[in-house]
């Protein structure tokens, strides 16, 4: 009689989370139960309660995994963006994109589906990490401004995040009815430029 194989501890977890996101790209951050997961996973639903104790805390570690791979893009793309400040920035921003097409099941999780940043610590720093690849690239840019005139380095990459999250809701991950009168990627790069030029961050266009 040969046993029947089940799944490891550490694989078992990663299933529900693989099966949880196919079901989020399908149907929504709260179109599916655990117990879908499951039945999507191959396994009962009992199984689910041994790693996570709701659909909320699965979608956590979604959003958690998301964040790993989102903030390793964006460091990624600041480091090898140079030789510039705004070249830096501007590959942020494509990275920003990028990840939102990559990943779809993971950018939901992460941004749209009502689960706080602050729900686990690992999570939180993670999501903390991302954000402070823009927090020091809006540092780098403004360090040739008097120290007294610099904007807060966490507001110029609060309005960076938010004009990248509007460019991939609106026109990067084809919203119903709506066209891009442009490339994503080009509508970015140009706004980030617009803005940045506003706060004296780089040089006005002659």
Do not use: C
Not at 27 to 48: H, Q
Not at 58 to 67: F, K, S, T, V
Not at 78 to 104: C, D, M, W
Not at 166 to 185: I, N
Request: charged share 20%; hydrophobic share 40%.
């Amino acid at each position: 009689m040969t046993k029947k194989r089940g799944y490891h501890h550490g694989n078992l977890r990663q299933a529900l989370v693989d099966a949880a996101l196919s079901l989020i790209e399908e149907k929504g951050p709260t179109g599916f139960s655990l117990s879908e997961a499951a039945k999507t996973a191959g396994v009962t639903p009992a199984a689910v309660y041994r790693h996570f104790e709701g659909r909320e805390d699965l979608i956590a570690e979604i959003a958690r995994q998301g964040y790993e791979v989102f903030a390793d893009l964006l460091d990624y793309a600041y480091e090898t963006g140079q030789p510039s400040a705004l070249a830096s920035f501007e590959a942020v921003g494509r990275a920003y994109l990028a990840f939102a097409r990559k990943y779809p099941g993971h950018y939901v999780a992460m941004f749209e589906s009502g689960i706080s940043v602050q729900r686990t610590p690992d999570l939180y720093q993670v999501a903390t990490r991302a954000l402070g690849v823009m927090e020091q690239a809006a540092v780098t840019l403004s360090e040739h401004i008097p120290a007294e005139n610099r904007p807060p380095p966490q507001m110029v990459s609060a309005h960076i995040w938010a004009m990248s999250h509007g460019v991939v809701e609106l026109f990067a991950r084809g919203s119903p009815g709506t066209k891009s009168p442009f490339p994503p990627e080009d509508l970015l790069e140009t706004g980030i430029g617009i803005y940045l030029r506003g706060l004296g961050l780089i040089p006005q266009d002659k």
